[in-house]
Antibody
Framework: QVQLQESGPGLVKPSETLSLTCSVS????????WNWVRQPPGKGLEWIGY???????NYNPSLKSRVTISVDTFKNQFSLKLSSVTAADTAVYYC????????????WGQGILVTVSS | EIVMTQSPATLSVSPGERATLSCRAS??????LAWYQQKPGQAPRLLIY???TRATDIPARFSGSGSGTEFTLTISSLQSEDFAVYCC?????????FGGGTKVEIK
């Protein structure tokens, strides 16, 4: 059974870069689409973007100028970088798998809270 | 982008009763809609995809219906473990978007 686990700093300073990693266990990262989704406190989910195992990406236009998603097939993990963060980027960040580019997400990681504060 | 609106925001239901949750899309998403269950500190769980197909190991008390812009998630007889937040997700158009969620609480 595939499991996903997010990791990274829980506190990031304003204007700095948020960096998170999603480790995939119980299955290969190959042949799937790997997504990042976030949820600000008290708000709904927001799709950030995906990376295909081959390296192709697609980002939400609202975040595109600040987002980079990369994959490391040897380590079976993928990563998120979000630059120039502000308090509005405070959220629980989830990683999730998709069978193709435009389908449901299953499974998800349990999420990691990242707070942007000085 | 397609805006997904869920109602009600909170639904108070007694155990054993039926719960009906709504999700409306600002434009047609065909049947490209999923429902997820969220509990604090846990990974969101896929319940329904393709608007009406139950995901693996999801109990039959969960059912989804609708197409186009109007969708419904029905929980036929609420169990204690079903009290959670439920969220819809359209994957018909970019960017992918989610509803704001409906919290199902114990009455």
């Amino acid at each position: 059974q595939v499991q996903l686990q997010e990791s990274g700093p829980g506190l990031v300073k304003p204007s700095e870069t948020l960096s998170l990693t999603c480790s995939v266990s119980g299955g290969s990262i190959s042949s799937f689409y790997w997504n990042w989704v976030r949820q600000p406190p008290g708000k709904g989910l927001e799709w950030i973007g995906y990376i295909f195992y081959s390296g192709s990406t697609n980002y939400n236009p609202s975040l595109k100028s600040r987002v980079t998603i990369s994959v490391d097939t040897f380590k079976n993990q993928f990563s998120l970088k979000l630059s120039s963060v502000t308090a509005a980027d405070t959220a629980v960040y989830y990683c999730a798998r998709a069978r193709s580019a435009m389908v449901d997400f299953d499974p998800w990681g349990q999420g990691i809270l990242v707070t942007v504060s000085s | 982008e397609i805006v997904m609106t869920q109602s009600p925001a909170t639904l108070s239901v007694s155990p054993g009763e039926r719960a009906t949750l709504s999700c409306r899309a600002s434009q047609s998403v065909s049947s490209n809609l999923a429902w997820y269950q969220q509990k604090p500190g846990q990974a969101p769980r896929l319940l329904i995809y393709g608007a009406s197909t139950r995901a693996t190991d999801i109990p039959a008390r969960f059912s989804g219906s609708g197409s186009g812009t109007e969708f419904t998630l029905t929980i036929s007889s609420l169990q204690s473990e079903d009290f959670a937040v439920y969220c819809c997700h359209q994957y018909n158009d970019w960017p992918l978007t989610f509803g704001g969620g409906t919290k199902v609480e114990i009455k």
